[in-house]
Nanobody
Framework: VQLQASGGGLVQAGGSLRLSCASS????????MGWFRQTPGKEREFVAR????????DYADSVKDRFTISRDNAQNTVYLQMNSLKPEDTAVYYC??????????????WGQGTLVTVSS
């Protein structure tokens, strides 16, 4: 499985970005997907997850009510809509395939990451 994350960039606080993660897997619709983020010197942290069907989603408290994870199984793509961005959201964002988990160890395949920078 190969994952390609995109959509990162520089945005002012209060702005929005939408990240995309495209998968090369033939059975994308059977994958649980997650988004994580990481800043220098810190561990990778959970942001959001979505079940294979899209019926179940879950968010870290720090992004709840601001971020929305979704998926389009016909396009083999998962999205992370990020609204009301804050400077503390600045990080490299990674998508991943694995179990429906909040921990890094629950995911087997990872994208290359896309940098999100939020200016104050």
């Amino acid at each position: 499985v190969q994952l390609q994350a995109s959509g990162g960039g520089l945005v002012q606080a209060g702005g929005s970005l939408r990240l995309s993660c495209a998968s090369s897997g033939r059975t994308f619709s059977s994958y649980h997907m997650g988004w994580f983020r990481q800043t220098p010197g810190k561990e990778r942290e959970f942001v959001a997850r979505i079940s294979w069907s899209g019926e179940s989603t879950d968010y870290a408290d720090s992004v709840k009510d601001r971020f929305t994870i979704s998926r389009d199984n016909a396009q083999n793509t998962v999205y992370l809509q990020m609204n009301s961005l804050k400077p503390e959201d600045t990080a490299v964002y990674y998508c991943a395939v694995g179990s429906y988990s909040r921990v890094v160890a629950g995911y087997r395949y990872w994208g290359q990451g896309t940098l999100v920078t939020v200016s104050s």
